[in-house]
């Protein structure tokens, strides 16, 4: 017990992550800052899960439940350390309650947005509970040393609704943003054209606005993949599935129930040809970034951010709200090398050691 107390205590890094459904971007954080950083400077908090074949069993992973004996043993760890890293700000008391009454931690914080804990503000149900955890997030924010986004509309939506004074770093920050090169001779048997909706069981993917607006294809020659394993309620679930059948059939639709592991997931988008994402903020880069490098069509709305990020960097994209009855037609072939170029260029290795040597050098 005594030799775990002193290798928290010897962290430089501490990693608190909100929640992690299937590890997806703990696991391959951790083994990326493995292999190119010093690895035993780092120190990963981890909430509870029950899946425990992803556990990474390290002397400087810790799976915790929020309660009073990890308050304490995580101010104590932070008390020396040099910089807290957060993935995603959690709502819990405990968290809420050290960052208000000890703001020396804020201030060697780094927020790494997630979107969801920064679109809070707009998506929250306005009640008394939520009205007082905005009061709480608005004081840490505003105090945070550093926001990490690639998005530079999302830094500006800090400052404007927490009045967030932190050094923006744009970082894509996971390895799951990396550049995807892969074998995409597959065969087809027929000339179907396979459409993914969304990437999660999320409602902010508007599965089912987006159903309605894709009616006008229940007769083409199509596939449409659902992903839902990932972030979403059951109840929601089985609404998203039923109008899917209802419009497409059974034959047509496919929900995608089952969590894939990373290489299944992106022989899955291999197969892809068109991805349309209807969320109504900033959600899945990760997944359009490996789409556009594996020369796919993205839709999505022109009113977020990564919309934004895209067009800033001329990385091509479709819009949902003025191109969506052109879905079927295939993307020209010097739009997708265009697309394939300049995200193996912006997301590749080489950038993302860089971004993190400036995370936790700065």
Known sequence: ??????????????????????????????????????????????????????????????????DLAWAIRFFVQSFFCQKIIIHKIPHNTYFFVLFLMFPFLARKSAWIIWGG??????????????????????IIIRKLKFLITPLDGDFELARKWYNAKGKHISSFVYPSNLFKSLDLN????????????????????KHLE???????????????YCPLSYSGRDDYINEVIEKGYEVFGREKFIPLLEFLPHQEYLDFLSNIDVTIFNHDRQRGLGNITSLLSLGKKVYMRESITTWEFCVQRDLRVFSIDKDLHNVLHPMPEFIKKHNIGLVKSMFSLNQLISQWSEVLES
């Open 1 to 66: 017990m005594a030799n775990r107390f002193q290798n928290r205590r010897s962290k430089k890094y501490i990693h608190l992550f909100e929640f992690d459904q299937d590890e997806k971007f703990s696991i391959p954080l951790y083994h990326f800052l493995k292999d190119d950083f010093a690895i035993d400077e780092h120190y990963f908090y981890i909430p509870q899960h029950n899946n425990m074949k992803l556990k990474l069993c390290e002397d400087n992973v810790e799976y915790f439940n929020y």
């Open 117 to 138: 804990d920064l679109y809070y503000h707009e998506l929250r149900a306005k009640g008394f509970k939520s009205n007082l955890v905005e009061l709480f997030r608005r």
């Open 210 to 224: 987006l159903l309605e607006d894709l009616k006008f294809l229940r007769d083409e020659n199509i596939l449409l």
């Open 186 to 205: 597959h065969s087809r048997k027929d000339n179907r054209v396979i459409i993914q909706i969304g990437n999660s069981a999320c409602r902010t993917n």
